[in-house]
């Protein structure tokens, strides 16, 4: 399943990235400086409870989407 993550904020990201664990091909449409730092450092995550880090690489598109989607979600 393909999915669209629009919104590369808090609520964006992690659900991108826990869509991407479970299978999904997931693309997140970002502007700016954001997506410039995201598609070089990937995502710095840290679970609350272990404090176990990891990055993940996100799949970062920007505007005008070209590509056909399952589905997309708007993440404000």
Do not use: Q, W, Y
């Not at 869509?19 to 598609?39: C, F, I, N, P, Q």
């Not at 590509?67 to 993440?75: G, L, N, Y």
């Amino acid at each position: 399943m393909k999915v669209l993550v629009i919104g590369a904020g808090v609520t964006g990201c992690f659900t991108a990235a826990r869509l991407m664990d479970k299978g999904a091909d997931v693309s997140v449409l970002v502007r700016g400086e954001k997506a410039a730092r995201l598609e070089h450092d990937g995502l710095r995550m840290r679970d609350g409870m272990t404090g176990e880090e990891a990055t993940v690489g996100l799949n970062i598109v920007r505007a005008p989407v070209t590509e056909v989607v399952d589905v997309a979600m708007v993440c404000v």
